[in-house]
Nanobody
Framework: QVQLVESGGGLVQAGGSLRLSCAAS????????MGWFRQAPGKEREFVMA????????YVADSVQGRFTISRDNAKNAVYLQMNSLKPEDTAVYYC????????????????????WGQGTQVTVSS
């Protein structure tokens, strides 16, 4: 089992940047493929980005392509989401998640692919 804690959220103006962190404990993030999801009020939780266990492949939602990047630092036992050129529609609670499965396959974008979730961190983008 692994515990995940997100941090780094806050209030930022449109066009600005934030870097979210996901700190793991209990087990190493190297044991998991990792994903970031977000959920706005009244909306479904949606996929943002994911990264494989090796870190050699990433996946990105169309809505954030070219603006967000995901990375992992196994030495720090953490995963990051760098968010640039933020838009008001990026406002949401952001969650990191860990997948203990063998391979993402074509399911990296599904919430039920992931076994462990953090508590979320709020990101608010003002216009």
């Amino acid at each position: 089992q692994v515990q995940l804690v997100e941090s780094g959220g806050g209030l930022v103006q449109a066009g600005g940047s934030l870097r979210l962190s996901c700190a793991a404990s209990g087990r190493s993030v190297s044991d998991y493929a990792m994903g970031w999801f977000r959920q706005a009020p009244g909306k479904e939780r949606e996929f943002v980005m994911a990264i494989t266990r090796s870190g050699t492949r990433t996946y990105v939602a169309d809505s954030v392509q070219g603006r967000f990047t995901i990375s992992r630092d196994n030495a720090k036992n953490a995963v990051y989401l760098q968010m640039n050129s933020l838009k008001p529609e990026d406002t949401a609670v952001y969650y990191c998640a860990a997948d203990s499965g063998f391979d993402f396959g074509n399911t990296y974008y599904r919430t039920n692919t992931y076994d462990y979730w953090g508590q979320g961190t709020q990101v608010t983008v003002s216009s």
